[in-house]
């Protein structure tokens, strides 16, 4: 009897280990009775083209994450609207024989916001990469202004000039009333603080693209003070439903089984 065959789906990125998307996707597709298996692939930029290309070619697909969204969103031959707006991919797949990537990032964050309460307001952005990319785009579709913050100041100044050019509103960081970590700080539980509270007095809110068991410690601080704090998971969630609706878009994902197999990991 023939076996069937398995697509291959993988995150992309470095580090990658920390990942919980292969958690989610594998029990979505044992859920759906899918012939796939999601992996993590720590690769650098010298490996991506292959990767990527590879497996979107051989059926499957996958996600990229730090330090490879803006270079994905180059190496793909289809670009989404979302994925040219922001400049970086974090989805891609096979349609047409043709290699297509998309970024399921900015509908990540406003569902993120949404469960924070946040409509427009001020946004203070620690981070210039992908993520913060996709956090200045949903802004801009929630109608708030942002500021910048980053460890590098010409980078500061090189990502400003790029939130003027989406038509984004800069706020000053000290009127910022929500905040966001969009670095990859936070992944070790030694690492320091995104957003430091005397930057962000105004804040009442706070979302970190990063997730960890429990909260990251940036989210438990924040809360221990009484702001509304949010980790990377809802973005998750979020996010990895709207890919897979990419790689299957005759199924819809299950969403109630990701979100367990994601609270699950993380408790």
Known sequence: MPRRRVRVFAILGDPVQQSLSPVMHNAAFRALGVSAVYVPLRCSSRDLPGLLGGLARAGGGGNVTVPHKELASRLVQDASPAAREVGACNTFWRHAERVRGDNTDVDGVLAAMEG?????????IAGTGGGARAVVVAARRAGAAVAVRSRE?????????????????LAQPEECDVAVNATPLGLRRDDASPIPLDAM???????????????????????????????GRTMLLAQGMQAFRRWFPDREPPADVMRAALDAALR
Do not use: I, N
């Open 116 to 124: 924070l309460g946040v409509t427009g307001g001020k946004w203070l």
């Open 201 to 231: 007095p105004k804040a009442r809110a706070a979302l970190d693209l990063v997730y960890a068991p429990g909260a990251t410690p940036w989210v438990q601080s924040l809360r221990e003070r009484g702001l509304a704090a949010a980790d």
């Open 153 to 169: 100041p010409a980078r500061a100044e090189e990502f400003k000039a790029w939130v003027g050019s989406r038509g984004v509103e």
